[in-house]
């Protein structure tokens, strides 16, 4: 484990093991882990020796997981704070460093009320420690529970799927599609921060080698509007 050797009991999982070894980095959390060179979430449970790396926020894979994360208790928040038959979907159209611009398409206005009852909620979520939880299903249920959900998005990406599987992440009772590993709870999305801008709203996180500070947002409609 992260070059050192560790005897474990068989079938420990990652997120076990992590707790076990005091696995972090200046004081980050493992958000996932590399086990023989392939990235996995803390929940996959070790059953013969292999080397094991873990990842946190200051690492490529585990900030992939950590906005993974973030767009998924986003998503949730907005469920909650949007009236049903008003909310259409949310969208990250691009990103830049570490802000990532969202679009929201539905019957409401953004305004900053609703950015901060949304960012209000993100929070609470983050202090629950809510678990995101992988479920596996065949595409073709996925995408009829996709199309119940008018996720029409999320439809078009699974037909290209070559596999007859696919996995699905949970939290609550919102459910989504991501092409990626996720961390095991909320609990170590603790670093953000959401700001209309535009048409739209950013989310922003932290530099990967600032993991405990938020960069200063300084809008470009010029760079924008590109």
Not at 71 to 92: G, H, N, R, S
Not at 162 to 185: A, C, W
Request: aromatic share 14%; hydrophobic share 35%.
């Amino acid at each position: 484990v992260n070059g050192e050797t560790v005897w474990c009991e068989p079938g420990i999982t990652l997120y076990q093991l992590a707790a076990q070894c005091a696995c972090d980095h200046k004081g980050q959390p493992a958000i996932v882990a590399k086990v023989d060179g392939v990235v996995r979430e803390l929940y996959y449970t070790v059953t013969e020796e292999c080397n094991i790396r873990f990842c946190t926020y200051e690492d490529m894979e585990g900030k992939k997981a950590y906005v993974r994360g973030i767009a998924m208790i986003m998503l949730k928040a907005f469920y909650k704070e949007v009236p049903k038959d008003k909310f259409e979907k949310i969208t990250v159209q691009y990103s830049l460093d570490s802000v990532y611009y969202c679009t929201f398409a539905g019957g409401v206005e953004l305004t900053d009320e609703l950015m901060a009852n949304v960012e209000a909620r993100m929070r609470k979520y983050v202090s629950d420690n809510v678990p995101f939880e992988k479920k596996s299903m065949s595409v073709d249920k996925a995408i009829r529970i996709f199309t119940e959900k008018k996720m029409y998005d999320k439809v078009r990406l699974l037909k290209y799927r070559r596999s007859s599987k696919v996995n699905i992440y949970k939290l609550g009772k919102v459910l989504d599609y991501f092409y990626g590993p996720m961390p095991y709870h909320t609990g170590v999305l603790q670093m953000f921060r959401l700001q209309k801008f535009g048409e739209g709203f950013v989310f922003i996180i932290p530099r990967p080698w600032k993991p405990d500070e938020l960069p200063e947002f300084k809008p470009s409609m010029k760079l924008h509007r590109t």
